[in-house]
Protein backbone atom coordinates (compact mmCIF):
# COMPACT_ATOMS: atom_id res chain seq x y z
CA UNK A 1 0.00 0.00 0.00
CA UNK A 2 1.31 3.58 -0.63
CA UNK A 3 0.22 6.63 1.66
CA UNK A 4 -0.05 9.76 0.41
CA UNK A 5 0.48 13.20 2.67
CA UNK A 6 -0.02 16.63 1.39
CA UNK A 7 0.82 19.74 3.28
CA UNK A 8 1.48 23.50 2.37
CA UNK A 9 -2.32 24.52 2.31
CA UNK A 10 -3.06 27.58 3.82
CA UNK A 11 -4.47 31.47 3.01
CA UNK A 12 -2.63 33.63 0.76
CA UNK A 13 -4.07 36.98 -0.93
CA UNK A 14 -4.53 37.29 -4.81
CA UNK A 15 -0.79 37.33 -6.16
CA UNK A 16 0.88 35.56 -3.56
CA UNK A 17 2.38 31.61 -3.68
CA UNK A 18 2.13 28.42 -1.76
CA UNK A 19 3.87 25.11 -2.14
CA UNK A 20 2.19 22.50 -1.85
CA UNK A 21 3.90 19.11 -0.65
CA UNK A 22 3.07 15.62 -1.21
CA UNK A 23 5.00 13.16 0.99
CA UNK A 24 4.89 9.25 -0.43
CA UNK A 25 5.61 6.29 2.01
CA UNK A 26 4.85 2.46 1.90
CA UNK A 27 5.34 0.53 -1.22
CA UNK A 28 6.85 3.61 -3.58
CA UNK A 29 9.33 1.77 -5.49
CA UNK A 30 7.07 2.19 -9.05
CA UNK A 31 4.74 5.09 -8.20
CA UNK A 32 5.69 6.39 -12.34
CA UNK A 33 3.06 9.65 -12.11
CA UNK A 34 2.11 12.03 -9.57
CA UNK A 35 -0.21 14.69 -9.72
CA UNK A 36 -2.29 16.94 -8.22
CA UNK A 37 -5.49 17.45 -8.78
CA UNK A 38 -8.22 20.56 -7.17
CA UNK A 39 -11.82 20.56 -6.29
CA UNK A 40 -13.21 24.18 -6.14
CA UNK A 41 -16.25 24.81 -3.77
CA UNK A 42 -19.18 23.54 -5.28
CA UNK A 43 -17.93 21.77 -8.27
CA UNK A 44 -15.92 18.57 -9.99
CA UNK A 45 -12.54 17.94 -9.29
CA UNK A 46 -9.93 19.04 -11.75
CA UNK A 47 -6.64 17.79 -12.97
CA UNK A 48 -3.95 20.74 -12.22
CA UNK A 49 -0.44 18.87 -12.89
CA UNK A 50 1.46 15.67 -13.13
CA UNK A 51 4.63 14.33 -13.44
CA UNK A 52 5.87 11.18 -14.74
CA UNK A 53 9.10 9.24 -14.80
CA UNK A 54 9.07 6.49 -16.88
CA UNK A 55 12.20 3.37 -16.47
CA UNK A 56 14.55 5.40 -18.76
CA UNK A 57 14.85 8.40 -16.74
CA UNK A 58 12.58 10.55 -19.02
CA UNK A 59 10.58 13.68 -17.05
CA UNK A 60 8.16 14.89 -18.41
CA UNK A 61 5.22 17.29 -17.00
CA UNK A 62 1.61 18.00 -17.81
CA UNK A 63 -0.01 21.01 -16.44
CA UNK A 64 -3.83 22.44 -16.98
CA UNK A 65 -4.00 25.43 -19.27
CA UNK A 66 -5.47 27.84 -16.37
CA UNK A 67 -2.30 27.26 -14.73
CA UNK A 68 0.49 27.05 -17.28
CA UNK A 69 3.26 29.35 -16.36
CA UNK A 70 2.14 29.87 -12.62
CA UNK A 71 2.41 26.54 -11.14
CA UNK A 72 5.27 24.66 -11.55
CA UNK A 73 5.40 20.25 -10.48
CA UNK A 74 8.83 18.46 -9.42
CA UNK A 75 9.25 15.53 -7.22
CA UNK A 76 12.60 14.24 -5.31
CA UNK A 77 12.58 10.67 -5.90
CA UNK A 78 14.94 10.52 -3.15
CA UNK A 79 12.49 11.92 -0.50
CA UNK A 80 9.52 10.41 -2.18
CA UNK A 81 7.63 13.66 -2.56
CA UNK A 82 6.10 16.09 -5.11
CA UNK A 83 5.35 19.40 -4.78
CA UNK A 84 3.54 22.03 -6.41
CA UNK A 85 5.18 25.42 -7.02
CA UNK A 86 1.56 27.85 -6.83
CA UNK A 87 2.68 31.20 -8.15
CA UNK A 88 0.75 34.37 -8.88
CA UNK A 89 -2.44 33.02 -7.40
CA UNK A 90 -5.74 34.29 -8.21
CA UNK A 91 -9.31 33.51 -5.90
CA UNK A 92 -9.94 31.22 -8.63
CA UNK A 93 -7.26 28.77 -7.70
CA UNK A 94 -9.25 28.38 -4.15
CA UNK A 95 -9.72 24.56 -3.90
CA UNK A 96 -8.97 21.36 -1.42
CA UNK A 97 -5.60 20.15 -3.52
CA UNK A 98 -5.20 16.59 -3.67
CA UNK A 99 -2.37 14.64 -4.48
CA UNK A 100 -2.82 11.16 -6.67
CA UNK A 101 0.41 8.68 -7.32
CA UNK A 102 0.29 6.39 -9.94
CA UNK A 103 2.17 2.81 -11.15
CA UNK A 104 1.94 3.88 -14.65
CA UNK A 105 3.73 6.22 -16.61
CA UNK A 106 2.08 6.91 -19.70
CA UNK A 107 -1.89 7.01 -20.14
CA UNK A 108 -4.59 9.60 -19.70
CA UNK A 109 -2.73 11.55 -16.66
CA UNK A 110 -5.51 14.41 -16.81
CA UNK A 111 -8.11 11.13 -15.65
CA UNK A 112 -8.52 10.47 -11.81
CA UNK A 113 -9.25 7.04 -12.89
CA UNK A 114 -5.58 6.64 -14.50
CA UNK A 115 -4.34 7.38 -10.41
CA UNK A 116 -4.03 4.18 -7.87
CA UNK A 117 -3.14 6.40 -4.41
CA UNK A 118 -4.84 9.95 -2.98
CA UNK A 119 -4.52 11.50 -0.05
CA UNK A 120 -6.65 13.25 2.11
CA UNK A 121 -6.35 17.07 0.12
CA UNK A 122 -5.23 20.22 1.34
CA UNK A 123 -7.59 23.52 1.71
CA UNK A 124 -6.35 26.55 -0.45
CA UNK A 125 -7.74 29.47 -0.38
CA UNK A 126 -7.18 32.60 -2.25
CA UNK A 127 -8.41 36.13 -0.82
CA UNK A 128 -9.13 39.08 -3.43
Known amino acids: QVQLVESGGGLVQAGGSLRLSCAAS????????MGWFRQPPGKEREFVAA???????????YYVDAVKGRFTISRDNAKNTVYLQMNSLKPEDTAVYYC??????????????????WGQGTQVTVSS
Open 100 to 117: AASRSYRGDYYQGEFYNY
Open 26 to 33: GRTFNLYT
Open 51 to 61: ISWDPWRDTRT
